[in-house]
């Protein structure tokens, strides 16, 4: 019984624990989405900076004014594609790393429920049969007190009857 109990135990542990790793699974989802989004905005920005910057080459403008704008522009797009380069690398690199750790342990984790529900479900079939075998057993043990009972009964009245008759 409290191989039972440990085993149903076990399982509700494992069971948390599936519930635990595949939380992290989607926090660790979400938090890669919001580093893909991050790069994104990066991207976006570095592209509207090169267009405001060819705007103003567009726009005939020659004064040095213009030729600096055109400069910080294009600067701070770079800046904004080596920042898109940075989180596009190694945190996103990492994030799918640790997103696939987790799916690999989730799935573990799955296994072991499987198999400690299989191990459960046989042994509360073993428990089922033990104690059908028990029942049986209590039954024969019964029957025999009875037969046991009844000879006796049977040889206490032979002798009750022989000594009636004054053999002794």
Do not use: F, W
Not at 7 to 22: D, I, K, Y
Not at 68 to 92: C, F, K, T
Not at 97 to 103: N, T, V
């Amino acid at each position: 019984m409290a191989k039972r109990e440990q085993v149903v135990e076990a399982a509700a542990v494992e069971e948390q624990a599936v519930e635990e790793t595949v939380r992290s699974i989607a926090q660790a989802q979400a938090e890669y989405e919001k580093l893909v989004e991050e790069v994104r905005g990066y991207c976006l920005k570095a592209r509207e900076l090169r267009e405001q910057a060819a705007e103003l080459k567009r726009s005939g403008r020659t004064d040095s004014q213009v030729g600096a704008e055109m400069r910080q522009l294009l600067d701070q797009a770079v800046r904004y594609e080596l920042l898109a380069d940075q989180q596009n690398g190694h945190p996103r690199l990492e994030a799918i790393r640790h997103i696939e750790d987790l799916q690999r342990e989730a799935s573990a984790l799955r296994g072991t429920v499987q198999h400690n529900q299989s191990v459960l479900a046989r042994q509360q079939k073993e428990l089922e049969e033990a104690k059908e075998e028990a029942v049986a057993m209590v039954q024969r043990a019964e029957e025999r007190v009875q037969e046991t009972e009844r000879l006796l009964a049977y040889e206490m009245a032979k002798l009750a009857e022989l000594e009636g008759n004054g053999v002794e």
